[in-house]
C-alpha cells in the first residue's frame, strides 16, 4: 500500500463520515412527524386538538353505497349527518334509543302494532333551516327509487316491509307495516337504516340545476340520486363542495386528503346538546398497525390502539399516561360447519359429533393465554350481557375432552388418540354413526382460516392438537380472505370447505337487536354451511315478529345447544389506548360507532 | 447501435403485453372474486349478480382483456371500487412520492457504496476491510423491517430525535415540509443496498486492480488516484450499471416493508391492500406500470453497459 493510497483511504473514509454527519446534522432538528398541530393535544396543556388513529372514510353520502359499508364511513356519517336514531345499548331508554344523537323520538305503535308514528326532533341544519319531514320524505323517495344501488337493502326488509309512508305534518310521520314485527327489532334493525337529508340543498340533478321536488318523481329521484352519488365519489372535494357544508351533526370537514389525514371542527350552529368540545379532530390513517403503534409509544396520538399482536404492551402504554380499554362489540365468532359439503355435510348433520367438538375448544383458556384476555367465549347466537362478558355463563358446553370422546365411541366411531377415528358402525340406528356415512369414513375436515394473524393461527393450532387427541384431523388452510373462499355451496358445484372461519376481528356484528335472520334462517344470507332446522326457523322468526321479550332468548337457548356452528372465543373489537387526561372516551360503544363530541380534556 | 435498441425495445413491448396477460389471467383464477371482497360476506346473490355485471365480470375473461386494453389505449385505468378513486389518482397520489424516497435511499446508497467499495478494495484483507466485510453481511442479513423497528426505538423512543413516521401530506412538495421526517425511511431503505453495492464495487476493484491495464498504468507513473478512479473505476462500475437498471422497478413499486412501518402510504402498500380486497383495476394498474418500468429498466441496463462498453456494440454487430 503506497502513501497515496493510505491518504486515497482517508481520504474516502472522511467523504463516508461527512455523508453521515449530514444525515446526523439532519437528525438533529426537532422532531417533527407530527402534521398539522394534532401533537399540541389537551395533554400538554395546549389547545384542544384530538389526534386519533383513524382510517381515512371514502363515503360521505349518508346513504350506504356497496362496497363503502366500512365501520369508518359509518363514525364519519354520524359526526356530519345524525340519522333518524342513533342508540345506545347500556341505556334503559325506549328501545335504546340515544336521543340526545338521534333527530327523532321514540316511535309510538298504533293498536294494531303496524303503525309508527315518529315525531322529530326540534333540530336545524347547519345553514339554520329547520329539519322537517320533507327531509325524511326526501330521503324516502331516494332510496325507495333506488334499492339496487342501497348497500343496506335487503329484498323484502326496510322498505319493501313498509306498507305506507305518511307525512303527517312538517315534524310527524308515520311508517305502516305489510304485517306485524317485533317492535324490538323493527325499532333497532330496520328504522336505523333512516337517514335524514337536507332536501333544501340535495334535492337537484346535477351541480348547476336548481332545488326542486326532483325526488317525487320517481325518473329524477334516480337523477337525484345518481347526482349525489356522483358528488361522494369525488374525494378532492369533500372539504370544499357547498353539498357537504350543509351538516346535522356536530362535526364539519375542515380539511380531508383522501386516503390521508382528516381534520373536524365543530359546526358552530350544531342544535344539539352534546357539541363538541375540543377545538379540533385531527383523524389519522395509518398504513399498518406497526406504523400507528410506533406512533403510538412515542406520544404521538391522543387516542389509538394497540395491535393484537403487542397485547403485552398494555402495561408499557399504562405507564406511558395512557389508558387501555378494551373496545367489546355486540358481536359473535362462530366457525360455520358446511352442511351441504357432499362428503362431510352428513357428518355435520349429526348433532354428536358436532357437540363432541365443541366440546373440544377450550374458550375459556384460548381467551386468556392466547389473546390475552382480550377475548370471550361465545355461547350462542346471541352475544352475552355486559355483565356476563368474559364467563361461560350460558354455555350449553364447556370444554371436555373425556364427554367428546365417549360421544363419538358410543355413536359408532373408534376413536385413536392422535390417530385416525374412524366409523366403524355405519347405519342409523342408535350406537350407530348415522345416515349416509359409510364404514371407514374417518373425521378429517380442511378448515379455511385468516392469515395475517398471529392470534388466530395459535388458536387455530391449538384446536387442531385437542381435536387430534380424540382422532380427529383438521388440515388447516389459511387464506387472506376466508369468507370469499368458504361461500356457499350451490348444487353441482364443487364445494372444497368443510370449516371457515373468518373472526379474527369477531364473525359478525349486530345491530341493537341481535336476532338472526341473516345468519342461521334456513336460506339466510350468510348462513355459509346452509345450517337447516325447523324448530331453528320457527324460532328466528318468533324474534322478528313477536312482541313477545321472551323470543330472543328462547331462540338463543336453542341455538346455543343446537350448534349451528362451532361457538368460538370472541375477540374485541379493538384494544383502544387514549391519554388518560382524555375523558369521554368511555363506555365505548359497543356498536361500534364513536362520538367524539363527548371527549374533552381534564 | 440503433437497431440493438430497437431489438431490445420490440422485446420489451412483447414482454409488457404479456405481463398483462398473465396478469389478468391469474387474477381471475384466484378463488373467491372481487365482490364478495368489496362487498362483504353480507351482500346478497343480487348484489353480487349486479357488481359483476357493472365490472363486466360476468363476460368470458378474453372478452374482459379484450375491453381493459381497449379503456387502456384510451388512457382510462379503470375505478377502484375499494378506495372510491380512479386508478389513475390512486397511482398518481402516491408514486412521486414513492418514487422521491426510493430515489433518496438509491443516492445515498451510491454515495455511499461506491467509496466504501472503492476504499475496501484499496485496503483488501487488512483490518478495515474485515469490519466493513462483516457489517456489510450483518445489514445485508438482517430483517428490513427489523432494522427499521431498531432505527425507531432508537431514535423515536429512547432517544426522541426523530418522527417515528415518513413525510404525511398530500402534495409532493410536502414530502420535504419536515426533513428530519426522511431521515429513518431513507436510512432504513438504503442500508441493504449499500452493504450489497459495497460489496459488488468491492469485488469488482478487486478483480481490475489485478488486471494488467492498471500495472501499465501505474508503470507509466500515474499517480494513485488517477489509476484508481479513473482507469479502474470506470471498468468496476460495470456491474452496477447493470444493478441500477434493474433497481428502476423499485423506484416505482415502493417498498411495502418500509412502508407499513413509517406510515408511508407509497405503492407497494397500494399494490398489497388491492391484492388483499381484490381491487382489480387498482391491481392491473400497478402491475401494468411496474411491468413497462421493469422493462424500461432492463433495457436503460443494457443500453448504459452499451454506451460504457464498447465490446458490448461489437457484440451485437456479430
Not at chain 1, 360421544?407 to 358402525?425: I, R
Not at chain 2, 450489497?196 to 494488467?212: A, G, I, W
Request: some cysteine; overall charge neutral; hydrophobic content about 40%.
Amino acid at each position: 500500500m503506497t502513501r497515496t493510497t493510505a491518504r486515497l483511504g482517508r481520504a474516502l473514509i472522511g467523504a463516508g463520515l461527512a455523508c453521515a454527519l449530514g444525515l446526523s446534522l439532519a437528525a438533529c432538528g426537532p422532531s417533527g412527524g407530527q402534521s398539522g398541530d394534532s401533537g399540541a393535544s389537551g395533554s400538554t396543556g395546549g389547545d384542544k386538538v384530538v389526534s386519533m388513529a383513524f382510517r381515512t372514510p371514502n363515503w360521505i353520502l349518508p346513504i350506504s353505497a356497496p362496497g363503502f359499508t366500512q365501520g369508518e364511513n359509518a363514525i364519519f356519517g354520524t359526526a356530519l349527518y345524525r340519522p333518524l336514531y342513533n342508540y345506545k345499548l347500556a341505556s334503559e331508554s325506549n328501545h335504546h334509543i340515544d336521543l340526545d344523537k338521534s333527530l327523532g323520538e321514540a316511535p309510538t305503535f298504533s293498536e294494531d302494532g303496524l303503525t309508527m308514528t315518529i315525531k322529530l326532533r326540534d333540530a336545524t341544519w347547519s345553514d339554520g333551516k329547520p329539519i322537517t319531514t320533507r327531509d325524511v320524505e326526501f330521503w324516502w323517495n331516494l332510496v325507495t327509487n333506488n334499492k339496487d344501488k342501497w348497500a343496506s337493502y335487503r329484498k323484502g326488509a326496510f322498505p319493501d316491509n313498509i306498507a305506507k309512508f305518511a307525512v303527517v305534518d312538517e315534524h310527524t310521520f308515520t311508517l305502516t307495516t305489510t304485517q306485524k314485527y317485533s317492535p324490538g327489532w323493527f325499532v333497532g334493525n330496520q328504522l336505523n337504516k333512516i337517514s335524514i337529508l337536507p332536501q333544501h340543498v340535495w334535492d337537484k340533478t346535477s351541480a348547476d340545476s336548481q332545488v326542486g321536488d326532483h325526488d317525487r318523481t320517481p325518473a329524477e329521484a334516480v337523477k337525484v340520486f345518481d347526482f349525489l352519488t356522483e358528488q361522494s365519489k369525488d374525494l378532492s372535494t369533500y372539504a370544499t363542495n357547498p353539498l357537504w357544508k350543509v351538516t346535522s351533526g356536530p362535526w364539519q370537514i375542515a380539511s380531508y386528503v383522501p386516503n390521508g389525514q382528516v381534520e373536524l371542527v365543530p359546526s358552530p350552529t350544531y342544535w344539539g346538546a352534546d357539541k363538541a368540545k375540543v377545538s379540533k379532530l385531527v383523524l389519522r390513517p395509518f398504513t399498518g398497525d406497526d406504523a400507528e403503534f410506533n406512533v403510538l409509544r412515542a406520544g404521538e396520538l391522543d387516542y389509538g390502539y394497540i395491535p393484537a399482536s403487542n397485547v403485552s404492551q398494555v402495561s408499557y402504554m399504562e405507564g406511558k399516561g395512557y389508558t387501555v380499554d378494551p373496545w367489546y362489540g355486540l358481536s359473535i365468532t362462530y366457525i360455520p360447519f358446511n352442511f351441504a359439503n357432499p362428503k362431510t355435510g352428513p357428518i355435520f348433520k349429526q348433532k354428536y359429533v358436532r357437540q363432541a367438538m365443541q366440546q373440544l375448544i377450550d374458550q375459556p383458556t384460548i381467551s386468556e393465554k392466547i389473546w390475552g384476555k382480550m377475548a370471550a367465549p361465545t355461547c350462542g347466537p346471541v352475544p352475552q350481557p355486559a355483565d356476563k362478558m368474559g364467563t361461560m355463563d350460558g354455555c350449553a358446553y364447556s370444554f371436555d375432552p373425556a364427554a367428546a370422546k365417549k360421544l363419538l365411541e358410543d355413536n359408532g366411531w373408534t376413536v385413536v388418540p392422535d390417530g385416525q377415528t374412524t366409523c366403524t358402525k355405519p347405519g342409523t340406528g342408535a350406537g350407530q354413526c348415522g345416515a349416509d356415512i359409510a364404514q371407514g369414513t374417518p373425521l378429517t375436515f380442511k378448515l379455511i382460516s385468516q392469515s395475517g394473524f398471529s392470534a388466530t393461527s395459535k388458536m387455530m393450532a391449538e384446536i387442531k392438537s385437542q381435536m387430534a387427541k380424540v382422532g380427529i384431523t383438521l388440515e388447516i388452510q389459511e387464506v387472506p380472505d376466508s369468507v370469499s373462499v368458504s361461500q356457499k355451496c350451490e348444487a353441482g358445484a364443487e364445494c372444497a370447505w368443510d370449516l371457515s372461519f373468518f373472526g379474527s376481528q369477531g364473525s359478525w356484528y349486530f345491530p341493537v337487536y341481535a336476532s338472526g335472520e341473516r345468519l342461521f334462517a334456513t336460506d339466510a344470507p350468510v348462513n355459509l354451511g346452509l345450517y337447516s332446522d325447523a324448530k331453528a326457523d320457527q324460532l328466528i322468526e318468533a324474534s322478528q315478529f313477536s312482541d313477545d321479550a321472551a323470543a330472543l332468548k328462547a331462540y338463543n337457548d336453542y341455538l346455543a345447544e343446537d350448534l349451528p356452528v362451532l361457538w368460538m372465543p370472541n375477540p374485541v373489537y379493538q384494544i383502544s389506548a387514549y391519554k388518560k387526561v382524555l375523558q369521554g372516551v368511555a363506555p365505548q360503544d359497543p356498536l361500534n360507532l364513536m362520538y367524539p363530541e363527548d371527549w374533552s380534556w381534564k | 447501435m440503433v437497431s440493438f435498441m430497437l431489438r431490445r425495445l420490440g422485446q420489451a413491448f412483447v414482454v409488457v403485453v404479456l405481463v398483462t396477460i398473465i396478469a389478468f389471467a391469474l387474477l381471475h383464477a384466484l378463488p373467491g372474486g372481487a365482490a364478495r371482497a368489496t362487498l362483504g360476506k353480507e351482500a346478497t346473490q343480487e348484489q353480487i349478480d349486479q357488481f359483476n355485471h357493472e365490472n363486466g365480470f360476468d363476460q368470458p375473461v378474453h372478452v374482459q382483456y379484450v375491453h381493459y386494453v381497449g379503456r387502456i389505449l384510451h388512457g382510462d385505468f379503470g375505478y377502484s371500487y375499494k378506495l372510491n378513486q380512479s386508478v389513475s389518482d390512486a397511482i398518481s397520489q402516491r408514486l412521486p412520492k414513492t418514487m422521491i424516497l426510493s430515489l433518496m435511499s438509491t443516492i445515498l446508497a451510491i454515495v455511499l457504496a461506491i467509496p466504501l467499495g472503492v476504499w475496501q478494495a484499496v485496503r483488501r484483507n487488512r483490518g478495515p476491510d474485515y469490519v466493513i466485510t462483516i457489517a456489510a453481511l450483518l445489514a445485508y442479513s438482517t430483517p428490513i423491517f427489523f432494522m427499521g423497528l431498531l432505527l425507531i426505538i432508537l431514535f423515536s423512543q429512547v432517544l426522541p430525535i426523530l418522527p417515528p413516521e415518513a413525510p404525511q401530506g398530500y402534495e409532493v412538495w410536502e414530502m420535504f415540509a419536515d426533513p428530519t421526517a426522511l431521515v429513518l425511511p431513507v436510512v432504513t431503505l438504503s442500508i441493504v443496498t449499500i452493504a450489497s453495492y459495497s460489496r459488488y464495487v468491492r469485488s469488482s476493484m478487486v478483480d481490475n486492480l489485478n488486471e494488467q491495464y492498471v500495472r501499465t498504468a501505474r508503470a507509466k507513473g500515474l499517480s494513485e488516484f488517477r489509476v484508481v478512479f479513473v482507469h479502474t473505476l470506470r471498468n468496476a462500475l460495470f456491474p452496477v450499471i447493470t444493478l441500477l437498471g434493474l433497481y428502476i422497478p423499485a423506484l416505482f413499486s415502493g417498498a411495502l416493508v418500509i412502508e407499513t412501518l413509517f406510515n408511508f402510504n407509497g405503492m407497494g402498500l397500494l399494490f398489497w391492500q388491492s391484492a388483499q380486497n381484490r381491487d382489480y383495476p387498482v391491481l392491473l394498474g400497478v402491475t401494468l406500470i411496474l411491468a413497462v418500468a421493469t422493462v424500461i429498466g432492463a433495457v436503460l441496463a443494457d443500453f448504459l453497459y452499451a454506451v460504457a462498453d464498447p465490446r458490448i456494440r461489437l457484440a451485437a454487430r456479430a
